[in-house]
């Protein structure tokens, strides 16, 4: 759906204050932290900011962002797991300013990781940079997912199928889905005033996944490292403005 003027501008605010958990938990990611703390320091920022989160108590769950090391794809919960040297850590936050969402999502390395880590990192975000790059009126939405996957697998990487990005607006997940794969068959033609986020999941292994018994937590089911990276963006005049940045 297309958004109005004023719809957008709420959104850029959502979107700031996004870019701000993200600098925030960032700033905080050493060893001997735990991901509860980052939690905390996220939700330090919505009260800060005077917005609401979007993740609280979405089909239940229970923190105002996810966090998701190593061979955990996405959605995990914060909890006591004590991030070590060597790991890399998915932070995904989301927030609700004036009734209106952001939604971008991250992987960085704790201390000293591997080579394989950090090229693993730095891939998936140029792959989420080419899905960006194709959100320009007129273009498919289609593009984006082919953009994506071409980088990904160029570099010898999976994309993973069962979670994909989503248009959004008044609620976090809105109609179309984004896919980052081609999807096997032509998406809508993009429009001036439309939001999406679009947030690559990318596996060292295979594409397979399994979910924790928590219900939440995302796994490679060969138990080989999965990065993310995510940013709302919409689609204007000039091009893809992203909302998620400072
Ligand atoms: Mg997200
Ligand atoms: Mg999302």
């Known amino acids: 759906m297309r958004r109005t003027a004023e719809e957008l501008n709420k959104m850029r605010k959502a979107g700031k204050v996004v870019a701000e958990m993200h600098e925030a938990t960032r700033a905080a990611i050493r060893p001997g932290v735990t991901t509860m703390q980052l939690n905390e320091v996220a939700a330090e920022v919505i009260a800060k900011r005077g917005a609401r989160s979007n993740f609280l108590n979405y089909h239940g769950f229970p923190a105002v962002?996810?966090?998701?090391?190593n061979d955990m794809i996405v959605h995990g919960i914060p909890g006591d797991y004590v991030l070590r040297e060597g790991d890399i850590i998915s932070v995904d936050c989301g927030a609700i300013v004036e009734g209106y969402h952001g939604d971008a999502a991250y992987t960085a390395g704790v201390g000293e990781i591997s080579h394989?880590?950090?090229?693993?990192i730095e891939v998936t975000e140029r792959s989420m940079w080419a899905g960006i790059e194709q959100l320009y009126k007129g273009n498919r939405l289609h593009e984006v997912g082919r953009a994506?996957?071409?980088v990904a697998e160029a570099a010898g990487f999976s994309?993973?199928?069962e979670y994909v990005?989503?248009?959004i607006g008044t609620a976090m997940h809105e109609?179309?889905?984004v896919p980052n794969y081609w999807p096997g068959s032509p998406g809508p033609t993009l429009k001036e005033g439309m939001v999406f986020a679009v947030e690559?999941?990318?596996n060292v292994g295979s594409v397979d996944t399994f979910v924790l018994d928590d219900g939440w937590g995302v796994m490679?089911?060969?138990?080989?490292?999965?990065?993310?990276f995510e940013h709302t963006i919409a689609v204007t005049s000039n091009g893809p403005e992203v909302f998620t940045v400072a």
């Open 65 to 69: 962002i996810c966090t998701s090391p």
């Open 116 to 120: 394989l880590a950090a090229r693993l």
């Open 148 to 150: 994506v996957q071409n």
């Open 159 to 161: 994309v993973v199928r």
């Open 165 to 167: 990005g989503h248009a």
């Open 175 to 177: 109609s179309p889905q």
């Open 200 to 202: 690559p999941m990318v």
């Open 220 to 228: 490679t089911q060969d138990g080989q490292l999965s990065a993310h």
